[in-house]
């Protein structure tokens, strides 16, 4: 069993940057693709950015390509989201996730994003 904490969330202005933080404990996660999600209010649960174990590609949104930066440390067992030009649509809950057989297995309990124009 894997636990995932999330970290970093907060309140910013429009155009600003803010590091998320997911830290893992518990059975290893290094060799789980690791994702970032968000949940704004009243919408669905949607994808943000992933990355492979080792290898492969890393995927973002179409909404946040370009700004944001997913990485990981496997020495660290931890996982970052560096979220740039922040606009106030990005405002959500954003949840860490670790999938294994090709599903989302296991998730944060997630933090609190707030963007002001």
């Known amino acids: 069993q894997v636990q995932l904490v999330e970290s970093g969330g907060g309140l910013v202005q429009a155009g600003g940057s803010l590091r998320l933080s997911c830290a893992a404990s518990?059975?290893?996660?290094?060799?789980?693709?690791m994702g970032w999600f968000r949940q704004a209010p009243g919408k669905e649960r949607e994808f943000v950015a992933a990355?492979?174990?080792?290898?492969?590609?890393?995927g973002y949104a179409a909404s946040v390509k370009g700004r944001f930066t997913i990485s990981r440390d496997r020495a660290n067992n931890a996982v970052y989201l560096q979220m740039n030009s922040l606009q106030p649509e990005d405002t959500a809950v954003y949840y860490c996730?670790?999938?294994?057989?090709?599903?989302?297995?296991?998730w944060g309990q997630g933090t609190q994003v707030t963007v002001s124009s």
């Open positions: 518990g059975r290893t996660f290094s060799r789980d693709t």
């Open positions: 996730a670790g999938q294994r057989s090709l599903a989302w297995a296991y």
């Open positions: 990355t492979p174990w080792i290898g492969g590609t890393t």
